[in-house]
């Protein structure tokens, strides 16, 4: 349920930061993918498409088997977006802002015709089975947030195990520290033995297994459909969040729900009613990309390596 006028402030509130953490989701586990992938070098700008046929995977696997089975092609789906984008932009040493980019645009109309070819035009109707709140005993009591925070679908759950997974493998492993050492200065990291080429090939694919699954999350835990081009640019903004937070997983989390916030504000905009145009709230969360990586530029340092191939 997104935020609605009226009622208690503090009903309204609860409202309001439940909607924020639901629409959160799906951005903080695409930047959590993101953020692993740029501490090893790699921008990646397919990540929008990778979200894009995770959310139709899901439609398809949820079609045939239920949420589970939609999460798991979801999955699938973003892992094989990913894959190409590795392929050119790793292996192939290709331009990683020019591949990502041809990835998404590729992903954006293969989507489209595989969806009308599954569906056919009554696929605007398409209504699939998705994932119920799962209320967290005791937590979900705490007042003011416990609702909000823990009486969420279970793909929410999976973003905050997935955000200490990410913190842990990056600051507590051995395999983290070569990925650190592989986005910093790639070629002494190759002179100690590091095999960067391997290392940035699996934080892709991990980024785009978990944009597969903020892809499944849209669809599966909020919307309850698929739609071409439904992710309207939450890829893009899953890379201002990773610069927002710092490269770093706890901060991207915060970041992400900041942004969460932004989206469920236009919605609480809407139902107040008011006498301007819907289009100013909708493009409130992109206005505050913009403002965010203008305020962040200076300020942050990225991987050294990064985007450098």
Known sequence: MW??????????????????????????????????????GVINLS??????????????????????????????????????????????RGDQIITGTAVTLAAVGL???????????????????????SVVPVLSELPGVGEAFFAQSVLTYAAYALTALTAWLLYRTRWGLELRAAGEVAEHARAAGVRVTRIRVLAVLFGGATAGLAGASLVLAQVGTFAEKMTAGRGFIAIAIVVLGGWHPGRVAGAALFFGAAMALQFLFQTFLLAVP????????YLLTLLVLAGAWGRTRAPADLGRG
Request: no cysteine; aromatic share 8%; net charge neutral.
């Open 3 to 40: 935020p609605r006028a009226g009622g208690t402030p503090v009903e309204l509130f609860e409202s309001f930061l439940a909607a924020a953490v639901r629409v959160a989701t799906p951005l903080l586990l695409a930047a959590l993918g993101e953020t692993l992938t740029e501490r090893a």
């Open 47 to 92: 990540i929008e498409g990778a979200m894009l046929a995770g959310a139709l995977g899901a439609a398809l696997g949820a079609t045939a088997g239920g949420p589970w089975a939609g999460v798991a092609a979801a999955m699938a789906g973003g892992l094989l977006v990913a894959a190409i984008f590795a392929a050119v932009a790793v292996w192939l």
């Open 111 to 133: 989507t489209g015709a595989i969806y009308r070819g599954a569906y056919g035009p009554a696929g605007v109707g398409l209504s699939l089975p998705t994932f119920a709140p």
């Open 278 to 285: 819907y289009q100013l709230f909708l493009m409130l969360p």
